[in-house]
């Protein structure tokens, strides 16, 4: 990739961002589409999110993506917040316009498009999500927007799951919310999702849950992408689980960043096809 006088720029800020896959998803995306664009990322303490975020803002920047742990703080030296931004309360991805920060965040809708690629129907389906951190919120959210019937959270910090419920349970009145941290097994559920941080690098051993509780026909998918087979997609796969794996929804929530940028929708089949190689 090749930069002069006028390329624009866009950035990951957060810390840490050494690992971050984002980079080379984006700078793929802006070659595709043959821009004149870059993108970076930028390791942020808290102490220096103000300053960093009024740097961005001077230095012209046409996006950023945020990250841990700065997702909720960003909010307040922003300008306005779209509704996935609101409803989530965390922000993962800024546009900027005219020196305006526009928050928005694309972890709920990256989650969705990779089920519908997935072509996993949720209609009247009971779905189990573990845990509520800033992801497994996000998703919550979003699913609690489709036409599941149920739809439980276990988390380590059982009164996160409380909250997030309670939460939840003022989105849509049609679902059956619950706790499932007491349950002794999960056999009911149709959708297993692994929003925990729990089988990330390094701890490539550890699993969630003991898939025994599992019923065989549930689909897995976990949001964890490093590494692309975690354990619990491991034994999933060797118990004949259908699977889908984090990277998808990595990259579907990076194209929906892209789209926001972009301001339109752009041609993702063969960008998805050719990440999704890439990282495989
Ligand atoms: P987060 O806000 O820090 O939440 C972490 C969650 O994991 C909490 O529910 C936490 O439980 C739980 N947890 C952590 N260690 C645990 C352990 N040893 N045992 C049981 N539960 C444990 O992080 P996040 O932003 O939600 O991210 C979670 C994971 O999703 C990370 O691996 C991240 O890389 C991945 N992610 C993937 C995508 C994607 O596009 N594929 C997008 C976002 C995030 P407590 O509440 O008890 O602490």
């Given at each position: ?106 972890d709920?809708?990256?989650f969705?498009?990779m ?16 845990g509520?951190?800033?992801a497994a919120?996000?998703i ?53 999702i692994n929003a925990t ?24 998918c976990d949001i964890v992408y ?18 889908i794996f984090g990277?998808?929804m990595l ?30």
């Open positions: 990739m090749e930069t002069d006088a006028d390329t624009k720029l866009y950035a990951l800020i957060g810390n840490p961002v050494t690992k971050s896959l984002s980079p080379f998803i984006h700078n793929y995306v802006f070659d595709f589409l043959n821009q004149n664009k870059i993108y970076i990322a930028h390791k942020i303490d808290k102490g220096n999110l103000a300053n960093s975020i009024k740097a961005i803002k001077a230095l012209g920047y046409g996006g950023i993506n945020v990250t841990t742990p700065h997702k909720i703080n960003v909010i307040e030296y922003l300008d306005d917040l779209d509704v996935s931004a609101k409803n989530i309360g965390a922000v993962n991805t800024i546009k900027i316009v005219e020196g305006k920060l526009m928050g928005y965040n694309t709920g809708i990256g969705l498009d089920l519908e690629e997935n072509e996993v129907e949720l209609r009247g389906k009971k779905s189990l999500i573990l509520a951190g800033g919120r996000a919550a959210i979003i699913l609690a927007g489709t036409q599941i019937s149920h739809l439980s959270v276990s988390n380590r910090t059982n009164e996160r799951a409380d909250l997030l419920i309670e939460e939840l349970r003022q989105v849509n009145k049609e679902i059956v919310f619950s706790n499932a941290f007491k349950k002794h097994n999960f056999r009911e559920f149709d959708l297993v941080s729990v089988g990330m690098f390094p701890n490539i051993d550890e699993t969630p849950i003991d898939l025994e509780m599992i019923n065989e026909d549930a689909i897995l490093k590494p692309h087979l975690t354990k619990f997609l491991k034994l999933g796969l060797e118990r004949g689980h259908r699977v990277i998808e990259i579907a929530q990076a194209l929906a960043s892209q789209e926001i940028w972009q301001g339109t929708k752009i041609d993702k089949v063969e960008i998805k096809r050719e990440l999704q190689e890439r990282f495989s």
